[in-house]
């Protein structure tokens, strides 16, 4: 433990990057429940998953037991590119907020992608490129995960084919030109590259596509193409192996300076970033070495854990993939526009549902105009524009602050931003111009979503 | 001297971070050429220089003697939430040049201005506090000077009024929504606010603007505002001396490890950035204690130092700034459509001026596709989407580590990565559908600029 004080930014030096990623599940006594084949609702075996993902990812995926997975050395070389990334101490925002409470967070943002999804996108890219495949296909809403895949494979030699919602193609060119710059090929979806893509624009001449169709997309280009592999960008078991980075590099962190979080804190979409932050930590709560509050905060427009239900589910709303056992809204509900496209996810990780409904984790959700209320203070007072999707976890962190200036406490909270704002200025402005507004669904929209879950026994 | 293996990025603690600026201008035997009374042709004094600057900045202006400056506490402070910043070994550029050559890069874009030029910003604006002011005014064009103004004012709770020129303010929304979240006012320019602006908008009712006009509003609300005082984000001394703590980084971390730069590599519009890079490794070679090769690199759009002349002339195209002694196309010259925005700059700094005058230093001018193909490939290699300005010293960089290559030196080379180009994609699209134009002014075009120069004795 050092007794100096503690700087503004707890940065590791590159030799104490986690040299391995640490799997929740190995400590879970009760483990998530298995992914389901949706025609059988047998559980997915690997050889199924094989012909969609990438061999060493399905093994990551399946694997409940085994409690460390190296990282390999060409992957820690990319991380070395960005990582560690520094656990700020938020110094300046604890003295807007007049607390005594000691905040810290965990920065994802300092990379092109300008989020935490670069961690998982070079990982699955070099397990592709490990197997010999010559590309790989995703799909991209607003486009960070986009972004990032286009950067692993810009690194690694890799082919990248991107099917991005049409609206987004078209509406925010930007992210699109970072992908291009990338090299990789960005089609707008529905497509008439694929058969789904064609049946979807026979029928619907001028949509403007979904996440749902464009997933569909990628998949069918996967599957039917030789030597290509689908790739995911959140709510996976693998993906969250890969995030546990930034919980590792943020215990670390806290262990060299002898500080003990009292609270972790993260927005949660499909669950990857927060999954990733709180890894450590669970897994010590989870063999009772130590206990943390641990909060996922969603936005209100989109509530899977505080008003969803613990069911099984399609992963998609076309349907094709296989189903999960989580908290859902149901794969037909559609979230009202929200500026947080990282976070409008009907279900949540299958890990974090599970742990949620055991009672380790809390969660809350916040309307979008205290969010952006919280980001704009944030951005004021520490330098950084957060994304919005980050600034789910920055309000609730300011909340539990101004909690511990009218207690005394001395609370340590953590949180994770994960990323920077500056693809998401269209948001911005409507805040700034007073036309922001909330829309939380109502009790019989949830209702309807929820009668069209699966049944499975 | 470390004989550890160079990590990707070397960062320095908090601790290492510079207490003092450093003003090279003390180590010149001959000094840059004072600025002139655009009536009298008489050195400006420091009482006509504090109607528009405050008072501590014209000192640092005016002086050429002493040698370093002590960076206040709380600009060290603020300088802690993004600074020291990384000095990064470019291995996967080398490996990807296969290149004998050591490349190491200063890399100034992580924090939310995007640029270095937050160095400058926050020093302004604390003196400006201090001196009890309530505001201060700019002018900006793209948008990096005024959205890092705009940052170091919120922080410290003072008004920041600037004028973005119309064109950039319509077309180009997101940095100014950037200024706003960060409370500035912004308003597009020419404006009805000034009399300038409304002589401009009555002879010219169509017109968008230009950087020459918005400076001439910025002065005047300035000077005819109580409490108010204009501030500037490069071509002067100050900046440059406030710029100095990128270099004294950079020197730091080199000497860290004890390796000496054989080449330094910064792009050059007013001189802001390069003037600090180079600062301390300049001042070794005018007091002889060592020797570095120097360059400053520009757009073949606007060539300032390779095809300008060396004489006294008007900052702005308003022409109601000092005369400064500088490389100059005459502040009639209108550069091209230039991507590179912070390079578009009719004139130099007078201290670079100097030092290239007396032969200190070298300049190139490249065309922007080069600087583009350029831009992609580090991109791709090294991750950081790099900003088109920044592009131009890597262009160079990257051609001197070539030269290597085919010679077998192994030249350390550094060069200033001023920024990121999140907000410059609409020229990378135009550079990803091959649409992008080199524009080199004829000797005519130069002639005729040169010809409107002001005749000084």
Redesign the interface.
């Known amino acids: 433990m050092s007794t100096e004080k503690i700087?503004?930014?707890i940065?590791l030096?590159?030799n104490e990057l986690p040299t391995a990623w640490y799997n929740m599940r190995a400590d879970m006594k009760k483990k998530p429940a298995p992914l389901l084949n949706p025609g059988t609702h047998q559980p997915m075996t690997a050889q199924e998953l094989g012909g969609v993902f990438c061999e060493e990812l399905v093994k990551q995926e399946l694997d409940n037991d085994t409690r460390f997975f190296e990282i390999p050395t060409e992957i820690r070389d990319f991380y070395?590119?960005?990582r560690p990334s520094p656990l700020v101490r938020a110094y300046?925002l604890e003295e807007k907020l007049k607390t005594p409470a000691k905040i810290y967070y965990k920065f994802e943002g300092?990379?092109?992608s300008?989020s935490h999804k670069l961690n998982s996108a070079i990982a699955q890219a070099y397990y592709a490129k490990k197997q010999g495949l010559k590309g790989v296909t995703t799909e991209t809403g607003a486009g960070q995960w986009g972004t990032a895949l286009s950067?692993a494979c810009?690194?690694l030699g890799l082919d990248c084919k991107v099917f991005m919602v049409k609206v987004s193609y078209e509406q925010k060119?930007?992210r699109r030109?970072?992908m291009?710059?990338?090299?990789a090929s960005v089609t707008p979806s529905p497509s008439t590259e694929t058969e789904v893509g064609r049946r979807i624009l026979a029928a619907h001449p001028g949509t403007t596509g979904s996440l749902g169709c464009a997933i569909s997309e990628a998949v069918e280009v996967a599957v039917s193409t030789e030597g290509y592999r689908y790739v995911l960008g959140s709510v996976l078991n693998q993906v969250l192996l890969h995030q546990s980075v930034i919980g590792l590099e943020t215990k670390a962190a806290l262990d060299k300076y002898g500080i003990k979080a009292d609270m972790i804190i993260g927005c949660a979409g499909g669950g990857s970033n927060l999954g990733g932050l709180i890894a450590p930590f669970m897994g010590e709560k989870l063999r009772g070495e130590a206990d943390y509050e641990m909060i996922a905060v969603e936005p209100a427009s989109c509530p899977s854990f505080t008003r969803g239900v613990y069911a099984y589910d399609f992963c998609d709303t076309g349907m094709v993939c296989p189903l999960a056992k989580m908290y859902t809204l149901g794969s037909d509900f559609i979230p009202a526009p929200n500026h947080a496209g990282g976070l409008r996810y009907h279900g949540m990780s299958s890990t974090l549902s599970e742990l949620y409904d055991q009672g380790l984790m809390t969660a809350r959700s916040v309307p979008q105009t205290d969010v952006f209320e919280a980001a704009?203070t944030f951005?004021?007072?520490?330098?950084?524009?957060p994304a919005p999707e980050s600034s789910h976890a920055i309000k609730v962190a300011m909340d539990e602050a101004i909690k511990c200036r009218e207690t005394g406490e001395e609370k340590t909270i953590v949180f994770g931003l994960t990323g920077?704002g500056?693809?998401d200025?269209v948001a911005?402005?409507k805040?700034?111009d007073g036309l922001m507004d909330d829309y939380i669904p109502t009790d019989e929209e949830l209702a309807a979503a929820r009668a069209k879950l699966p049944k499975v026994d």
Chains 1, 2 share one sequence.
């Open positions: 700087p503004y930014k940065y030096s590159e070395k590119m960005y300046c300092n990379n092109t300008g950067m810009a690194y060119p930007f030109e970072v291009r710059t990338y090299g704009e951005a004021r007072v520490e330098g950084i524009l920077t500056y693809f200025l911005y402005q805040f700034n």
